[in-house]
């Protein structure tokens, strides 16, 4: 059984550019969160897809979107970059929409914005 | 609206002490918790979970942990620190709504072992 993977594992962008960043559920996942972690601080909920569906967003702007597709793979977009966005990104999946159910982490994505 | 505690940003203890790191909670419907930790340059790995079974909860590596709704306090404990065990320790809940709102983490306790 395959974990959770995330691509790229680092990447430099420069305010005002456009990044996507991509996970790969762990088997068998159809639910995939995506979390913001700035240096020095817990994660931060982003939004959570179900089912290629949105069903659950943080506290983000638009700017932040995402796509899950039928493999349940998953990718979060944001525009228009700012220098706050510098930050570890980590995918979650897990294997039901419920609470109880352990989300599994990614090593995350290190997007840096100059 | 959720949140959590977590006090003390850094504890230093010796190898072979008890770990004690702390987390309280609000919430305003009946929570879920967690406890991850996060070694450098990875991803976060579950250590437990409360999901209103049993009060005191076992983890992996030698953890454990106990609710108390009284004192809406969700500590985490190990008897004998390891030196394996110096990472960034996060205490997150999550209400019952179905999950779509994500966990919300504390900031995180840094966890010194000193020889």
């Known amino acids: 059984e395959t974990g959770v993977t995330q691509s790229p594992t680092h990447l430099i962008k420069t305010r005002g550019q456009q990044v996507t960043l991509r996970c790969s559920s762990q088997?068998?996942?159809?639910?995939v969160s995506w979390y913001q972690q700035a240096l020095g601080q817990g994660p931060q909920f982003i939004f959570q897809?179900?089912?290629?569906?949105?069903?659950g967003r943080g506290n983000f702007p638009p700017r932040f979107s995402g796509l899950q597709f039928p493999n349940y793979s998953s990718e979060l977009n944001v525009n228009a970059l700012e220098l706050d966005d510098s930050a570890l990104y980590l995918c979650a999946s897990r294997g039901g929409g419920t609470s109880t159910d352990t989300q599994y982490f990614g090593p995350g994505t290190r997007l840096t914005v100059l | 609206a959720q949140s959590v505690t977590q006090l003390g940003s850094h504890v230093s203890v010796s190898e072979g002490a008890l770990v004690l790191l702390r987390c309280n909670y609000s919430s305003s419907v009946p929570p879920y918790l967690f406890w991850y930790v996060q070694y450098p340059n990875q991803g976060l790995q579950l250590l437990l979970k409360y999901t209103s079974a049993a009060t005191l909860v076992k983890g992996i590596n030698g953890f454990e942990a106990e609710f108390k709704k009284s004192e809406t306090s969700f500590h985490l404990t190990k008897p004998s620190a390891h030196m394996s065990d110096a990472a960034e320790y996060f205490c997150a809940v999550s209400s019952r709504r179905g999950g779509a709102d994500g966990l919300t983490f504390g900031k995180g306790t840094h966890l010194i072992i000193q020889p």
């Open positions: 897809y179900y089912r290629e569906e949105e069903n």
């Open positions: 088997s068998g996942h159809n639910t």
